[in-house]
């Protein structure tokens, strides 16, 4: 996804803000190294015995997870994780509240089509309602 970002705009973003069920080490590692700032929810130890807290890094994360597990510890971190709820989640409640919770459509040129009038629709009522 971040090639096709660069791809599209010319440069890389400063910072993602990601789910935290799509956070694997990996891609954070990735990103890091390429100058992207994570944001994403930290997950919980597996137990409460263990003594650790979210912010304690694992025996094999890498430096660029351990530093994504401090950010996301910080006031800042989560002041701006915030934000992705406002943003993506107000788009996926759109869509549900349109009755899109399941495509009716095959081949993927006819599922883009969908998802593109999902868009379009959604972009024109968000104006209506900010320019009223």
Do not use: F
């Not at 401090?70 to 943003?87: L, P, Q, S, V």
């Amino acid at each position: 996804m971040l090639e096709q970002v660069v791809a599209r705009t010319g440069r890389v973003p400063e910072a993602y803000m990601m789910d935290g069920g799509y956070a694997r080490r990996e891609d954070i590692t990735a990103l890091e190294r390429r100058g992207v700032t994570v944001y994403a929810p930290t997950p919980s130890p597996r137990t409460t015995t263990s003594g650790r807290t979210k912010a304690d890094p694992r025996l094999d994360d890498p430096p660029e997870v351990v530093r994504r597990r401090e950010r996301m510890e910080t006031e800042e971190a989560k002041e701006i994780y915030k934000g992705r709820a406002a943003t993506s989640e107000c788009v996926n409640a759109h869509a549900r509240r349109h009755s899109l919770t399941q495509l009716w459509v095959r081949r993927e040129k006819n599922v883009l089509s969908v998802l593109l009038l999902v868009a379009v629709t959604h972009n024109l009522l968000r104006w209506i309602a900010l320019s009223a």
